[in-house]
């Protein structure tokens, strides 16, 4: 399990950190400089400041930057390691942590979020996590409006092969320099992105409800809302 953890999460910053945050930063438009990977210039220290005001308190300075028309860029060539979740409940709290936060950064920042494509794409993926749990409960529900139901889960299957295939085959080619993650990426699609989603849409439900969440942060518990 601990292998399969850290395998599916080098494919995710693989996809997420590199790749999306360089085609970000081909715009000088990243959203999110995460804390180990990021040298900010002094200058910039002393017209922004970190704050409290989220429990992400790097994405709500990188939005900050953001804001006051400065680049943010990346160099694809910079070598950084951090240390990621090897437990199932060391990823939930970070990523609880993270995703909530994201969502507090989009209700201060609102009026400039909503005119920024990058955001707007962020915060559609809670949307659609959403949407994709009520569809994955809808399931049975469907399924006995049909009379042979064995025939119809043998379909299903076939469809729910098809586009797991079609993601290996498109995105396989960026893992060809390590054959361990290409292997993976079965898992990485069909188990470790369903899990995301519901995880995702819990959040997010959580954020609409105003229930909001316990956050563990190191030695502290934050009740974030």
């Known amino acids: 399990m601990r292998r399969i953890m850290i395998?599916?999460?080098?494919?995710?910053?693989?996809?997420?950190?590199?790749?999306?945050?360089?085609?970000?930063?081909?715009?000088?438009?990243?959203?999110?400089?995460?804390?180990?990977?990021?040298?900010?210039?002094?200058?910039?220290?002393?017209?922004?400041?970190?704050?409290?005001d989220t429990i992400v308190e790097d994405a709500d300075f990188t939005v900050n930057v953001l804001q006051k028309s400065m680049k943010v860029v990346q160099n694809p060539q910079?070598?950084?390691?951090?240390?990621?979740?090897e437990t199932l409940g060391a990823w939930y709290k970070q990523r609880t942590r993270w995703w909530f936060g994201y969502l507090q950064v989009w209700k201060i920042h609102r009026r400039w979020s909503v005119g920024n494509t990058w955001m707007i794409y962020n915060y559609l993926s809670y949307i659609i996590s959403v949407c994709s749990i009520i569809m994955i409960l809808l399931i049975p529900y469907f399924m006995?409006?049909?009379n042979d139901v064995t025939d119809l889960a043998l379909h299903g299957l076939v469809y729910l092969i098809i586009?797991?295939?079609?993601?290996?085959?498109?995105t396989g080619w960026l893992f060809g320099h390590d054959k361990k993650l290409l292997l993976m990426l079965i898992p990485y699609v069909i188990i470790y992105s369903t899990f995301r989603v519901f995880v995702l849409s819990y959040v997010y439900i959580c954020y609409l409800t105003g229930m909001g969440l316990k956050i563990k942060f190191g030695s502290r518990t934050i009740n974030a809302k």
Do not use: W
Not at 78 to 85: I, L, R
Not at 163 to 170: G, K, T, W
């Open 7 to 52: 395998y599916c999460q080098m494919i995710e910053y693989h996809l997420e950190q590199e790749i999306m945050r360089y085609l970000q930063g081909l715009g000088g438009n990243i959203l999110v400089c995460p804390g180990p990977s990021t040298a900010v210039r002094r200058s910039v220290c002393d017209v922004v400041r970190f704050s409290d």
């Open 78 to 85: 910079a070598k950084v390691y951090t240390n990621a979740p």
């Open 144 to 146: 006995l409006q049909y």
């Open 163 to 170: 586009p797991v295939l079609l993601y290996i085959l498109l």
